[in-house]
């Protein structure tokens, strides 16, 4: 269902980033149903940062959709291990097989949220016999699954991790309606989405195609930037749409289990 017309601002409901610092300067998050790009070079936390909003969602009880295109779902869970997620705290679902799907959205547990974990590379491993020539079927895939997890077990939210690794997947022929179809699609099922561009180092762009930008509304983007001999994280909101933001650089920090957003606007060794 699109979203419906609000009388009072108040009325839009948002989802936190789960970043102290940054959600105070968005309005207390991003507004529910929208669709956000997470743009960055390698190694920049994008696939710890999108993870960490599905977990704490979790934890409160909602469910999320983390689909894995090349990583692993070993690797990811290993990642979130050794930074001290706590997963008894939510009812962690990994598919592997396409199978199983079923049966796994159909035995979930009440209570807890659930957060599911599909691995892409696994089922593409596993399944030989899809035709890899016509480049709408993985694509085809990947909706079904979005749209099974999301009506089935009522998930509104959603990583896709990454863009540029289902670009890869899908060889696009006319990117420009493809992609406004992939955007119409998450907007039908109202699913609140984070896609994660992988970008280069010198922050030239923001997404392959750049028609992403416009299409999305929202833009957060992670850099690494070296100070004397550090190379520093920083965050910055480049637009969020029905939203008050601040577009500040902020440094972005993970420590005790917690991202940070820092130092807005200002130089932290000043
Ligand atoms: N416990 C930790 N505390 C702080 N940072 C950590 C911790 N564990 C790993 N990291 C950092 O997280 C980074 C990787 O995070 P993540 O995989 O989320 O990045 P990414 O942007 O998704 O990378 P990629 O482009 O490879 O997918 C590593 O470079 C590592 O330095
Ligand atoms: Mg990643």
Same mark, same amino acid.
């Not at 550090?230 to 969020?240: A, F, P, T, Y």
């Given at each position: ?69 090349? $990583? ?33 959205? $159909? ?14 590379? @696994? ?56 992609? =406004?179809?992939?955007?119409? =699609? ?19 762009? =923001? ?19 070296? =100070?004397?001999? $550090? ?13 008050? @933001? ?19 606007? $200002?130089?932290?060794?000043?």
């Amino acid at each position: 269902m699109p979203p419906r017309l609000v009388s009072d601002k108040h009325e839009i409901k948002r989802i936190r980033t789960y970043i102290n610092g940054l959600d105070e300067n968005i309005q207390g998050g991003l507004p529910e149903g929208h669709i956000a790009l997470v743009s960055g070079a390698a190694g920049t936390m994008k696939s710890s940062l999108t993870f960490n909003i599905l977990y704490h969602e979790a934890v409160n009880g909602n469910n999320g959709l983390y689909i894995s295109l090349e $990583q692993s779902a070993e690797s990811l869970v290993n990642h979130m291990l050794n930074m001290d997620f706590d997963f008894t705290k939510v009812n962690l679902v990994i598919i592997k097989d396409l199978a199983d799907l079923a049966s796994k959205l $159909q035995s979930i547990s009440r209570g807890k949220g659930s957060l599911f974990i599909v691995d892409i590379g @696994c089922i593409r491993k596993e399944i030989r016999d899809i035709n890899t020539d016509n480049n709408k079927s993985w694509l085809n895939v990947i909706k079904n699954v979005i749209k099974k997890v999301s009506v089935e077990a009522n998930t509104k939210l959603f990583v896709m991790d990454s863009l540029s690794a289902l670009y890869v997947l899908s060889r696009f022929e006319n990117p420009r309606i493809e992609l =406004f179809m992939i955007f119409e =699609f998450l907007r039908d099922l109202n699913i609140t989405s984070y896609l994660i561009s992988e970008m280069p180092l010198d922050g030239s762009k =923001f997404s392959e195609y750049e028609i992403e930008d416009f299409l999305s509304d929202a833009i957060i983007v992670i850099k690494l930037t070296p =100070f004397r001999r $550090q190379v520093v994280r920083e965050i910055s909101v480049v637009k969020m749409r029905t939203t008050a @933001c601040n577009n500040d650089i902020f440094s972005l920090e993970f420590k005790n289990g917690q991202f940070y957003a820092l130092y807005g606007g $200002q130089n932290p060794l000043l």
